[in-house]
């Protein structure tokens, strides 16, 4: 099977680095090898597996497994509110709190800032209603968002994709107030470089849900939690009324996952270290409340 490195740029340092998948062997085993095909429907057509995955995951047999996590992905809890011993499962370690101090933002009402830990993709400019991810075959914004893609053809999107190391809590990249909002049930494929290159439509298959916000200086703006293999579910704390930026969104119980954040035509300007990484195929390494786009 075909190992192509999956590396991304690390934005505080600006080095590249290699990422270290989680279950690697397996995920380009069912994505890469044509035998594997029965065994990749069970797995991420269904949402079985990453059900009994998501209990095993809240229940207290899984506590064990937090400290082998944390030294295998050098995560830093001195960032979290809590320390790793008093987390009473898995899961709840996994949507743990940070201190807010940890992730500082910018408060213009003109500054964009990313809504979650990740690695960024960015789409400038969309030609029709197409973005490609890395590695990846093309991807529909009309598929994506069955009835509202229509405002957001040819405007700017972005892909925050979060593996099991990151912080799993997703923010409000700016203030707006909720005008609608929608879940879509769907598959599970993982979000993974090595599962968008073997061709399923992630974003447009996966289990999904999108909320529009309309803002006071860029207009409307979509939020896109895309569900992915492991994921016992999308659970979205904020649904209705006005929101301000960094504002808690919700947050993503085990398993790797993405956010999608689309804007409309002629609105904002990504950063240009996110634009210049991109243009080359390189994921950035961010983090909640970094710089991220500016409203024109």
Request: glycine share 8%; proline share 6%; hydrophobic share 40%.
């Amino acid at each position: 099977m075909q190992r192509d490195p999956i590396l991304v740029v690390d934005r505080d340092t600006g080095e590249t680095f290699e990422e270290v998948v989680l279950g690697e062997k397996w995920i380009r085993w069912a994505y890469q090898n044509a035998s594997a095909k029965p065994v990749e429907k069970l797995l991420f057509r269904s949402a079985i597996v990453s059900r009994l995955m998501g209990a095993w995951f809240g229940s207290r047999f899984s506590k064990g497994k937090i400290s082998a996590v944390i030294d295998e992905l050098s995560i830093d809890m001195d960032e979290a509110t809590a320390p790793a011993e008093s987390y009473a499962c898995f899961n709840d370690f996994f949507v743990r709190n940070l201190k807010p101090e940890a992730r500082p933002y910018s408060e213009d009402p003109r500054d964009i800032v990313s809504p979650a830990d990740g690695r960024v993709l960015v789409f400038p400019e969309l030609t029709e209603d197409v973005f490609v991810p890395v590695k990846g075959f093309p991807m529909s914004l009309n598929t994506m968002l069955p009835g509202i893609s229509e405002r957001f053809i040819g405007g700017a999107l972005a892909i925050v994709r979060l593996c099991p190391a990151d912080y799993h809590r997703y923010h409000f990249p700016a203030a707006g107030r909720i005008t609608a909002a929608r879940d879509i049930n769907g598959a599970l494929h993982s979000v993974n470089p090595i599962a968008l290159g073997a061709g399923p439509d992630v974003f447009g298959e996966n289990k999904r849900s999108w909320t529009l916000i309309e803002t006071e200086t860029f207009g409307t703006y979509c939020f896109v939690e895309v569900g992915a293999f492991g994921v016992g579910s999308i659970v979205n704390t904020r649904t209705s009324g006005d929101v301000q930026k960094m504002d808690e969104k919700g947050y993503f119980k085990f398993g790797s996952s993405t956010v999608v954040v689309v804007f409309e035509p002629g609105k904002i300007r990504f950063s240009g270290d996110l634009v210049a990484n991109s243009a080359k195929g390189r994921e950035t390494l961010v983090k909640v409340g970094q710089p991220f786009a500016t409203a024109l």
